[in-house]
């Protein structure tokens, strides 16, 4: 069983749609959870993280834990073209334990 | 500017030999990491620092090794025991617990080395 989970997509929404991206884990103490954007051939950039269950929100953009369920999801509001990209989960297994697990990402396309 | 670089962008090897791909950072982070990553996939760990001199393996570092003599500076060696180092590496950094953003970490641009 892998240890971060993403559904690969391609995920496409409509210009101006709400996007919705999850991803599960598979070890129940896990602290911390990451959400990162990789254009291609570029680097993953940093959209947010979470460590409490419920939702954080930053923009158009909402991270929420489930630790329970363990499970992490991102909605990005009022997806732009821009948007379009591949989304990477990531977690720390343990607390404090400055490892990040990453998932294999899902791509997102959003259509104008 | 504060940041993470990475040279070169590009590297091509031939078959059999060592390569170095470097990594710098001036955001005065103790901990720095080395990812491969590979079509498709996502990033695999291949070593980590969490402070000078100390370094630890991490899930594919065979036929790689490091060296941490300076905290801005963790080059990584891409040896000619690795069967199949053709991939994009990215070099990540990851300021204090006590800085906020826990667990936190930021990459570099990335090399990406092509075996000829």
């Known amino acids: 069983q892998k240890e971060v989970e993403q559904n690969s997509g391609p995920l496409s929404v409509p210009e101006g749609a709400i996007a919705s991206l999850n991803c599960t884990y598979s070890d129940r103490g896990s602290q911390s959870f990451f959400w990162y954007r990789q254009y291609s051939g570029k680097s993953p950039e940093l959209i947010m993280f979470i460590y409490s269950n419920g939702d954080k929100e930053d923009g158009r953009f909402t991270a929420q834990l489930n630790k329970a369920s363990q499970y992490v999801s991102l909605l990005i509001r009022d997806s732009q073209p821009s948007d379009s990209a591949t989304y990477l989960c990531a977690v720390t297994p343990l607390p404090y334990g400055n490892k990040l697990v990453f998932g294999a990402g899902t791509i997102l396309r959003v259509k104008s | 500017d504060g940041g993470i670089t990475q040279s070169p962008k590009y590297l091509f090897r031939k078959e059999g030999q060592n390569v170095t791909l470097s990594c710098e950072q001036n955001?005065?982070?103790?901990?720095m990491y080395w990812y491969r990553q590979d079509p498709g996939q996502g990033l695999r760990l291949i070593y980590y620092s969490q402070i000078v001199n100390d370094f630890q393996k991490g899930d594919i570092a065979e036929g790689y090794s490091v060296s941490r003599e300076k905290k801005e500076s963790f080059p990584l060696t891409v040896t000619s025991a690795q069967k199949n180092p053709t991939a994009f590496y990215l070099c990540?950094?990851?300021?204090?617990?006590?800085?906020?953003?826990?667990?936190?970490?930021?990459f570099g641009p990335g090399t990406r080395l092509t075996v000829l």
């Open positions: 955001l005065n982070h103790d901990a």
């Open positions: 990540a950094s990851s300021p204090p617990p006590s800085g906020g953003g826990r667990d936190t970490q930021y």
